[in-house]
């Protein structure tokens, strides 16, 4: 397992994260029932075997299965043993989480709530990295940061983070913290595959600029990319994609790229979704991976791809064939800064 810095921090995590959406056991909890329905023992199995891969790095939310993601995580690691410094937990609040008008959302009070259920459920007495789960279109920014700033400052948080949201916002809100002497985002917590590359327009970029860490959720597209679907499969109707179609992809696409992974696949003896992960792995703006997984089995084959080396021909076929199309300002910019590449100024001669 690899290691890389969370955002521009001194901490270091996992280039694999765990998910735990599949983590509850809640059967009457709406989505969750197909998404989040495991009971404890198969939690602390697939724990276990994250664990001796290298995986320190694990998130969860709120809202995964209203609390039940959140409390399956804590009692693992209290289960398994696993000393509390030895792992970084991350998760994140925004989302419903009762019937009043102010059970959701990132206003200070529903912050300042949540994060108190949260460290209650995880059995712990701080969250490593709190994130702002969605885009609150009614709370101001600041009132938000002041919140987090204020957690950072109690200890009950120490890093902050946010999932979801447009560079336009997280570049203002980088720029109030910075004014205000608040604490910063250090992470973006987006949706990211081969299949879906729209974040390298606006958001990488910014990233990259601001030094912040990348945590990619569903890396297979919601098991779109894991090879049972596409061409050369079988189209696997008891999966989850099958009854939960999420996120939205282009079909064609991703098909597309199915068939260049199936021979890229084919020629390392893996699977497509291997290659996949292997493919987000290898790219510099990719600080960790968000693996989820039902089964043992699952999470041996999606742990494998830290082990599989991309070739430079692989790289280029990949990523020539999920390029993507052309958008405005993007094919302005190169057409007017192809000559303004960065390179050492010689003025001419007097």
Known sequence: MKYKQLGRTGLYVSEICLGTMTFGGNADAGMWKAIGSLPQADVDAIMEKAIAAGVNFFDTADVYS?????ERLGQS?????????DVVIATKVFGQMGPGPNDRGASRGHIMDQVKASLDRLQTDHIDLYQIHGNDTVTPIDETLRALDDLVSQGLVRYIGVSNWAAWKIA??????EAKGYARFETLQAYYTIAGRDLERELVPLLTSEQLGLMVWSPLAGGLLSGKFGPGSNNDTSSRRATFDFPPVNRDRAWECVAVMREVGEAHGVSV??????????KPHVMSVIIGAKTVEQLDDNLAAVDLTLTLEEMERLDAVSALPSEYPGWMFERQGGGRIPAPFKPKSA
């Open 66 to 70: 209203f609390g039940a993601s959140e």
């Open 77 to 85: 690691l209290k289960n398994l043993g696993v000393a509390r410094k």
């Open 172 to 177: 203002k809100a980088l720029g109030a913290s």
């Open 273 to 282: 979704a291997r290659v996949a992960l292997a493919w987000l792995l290898a």
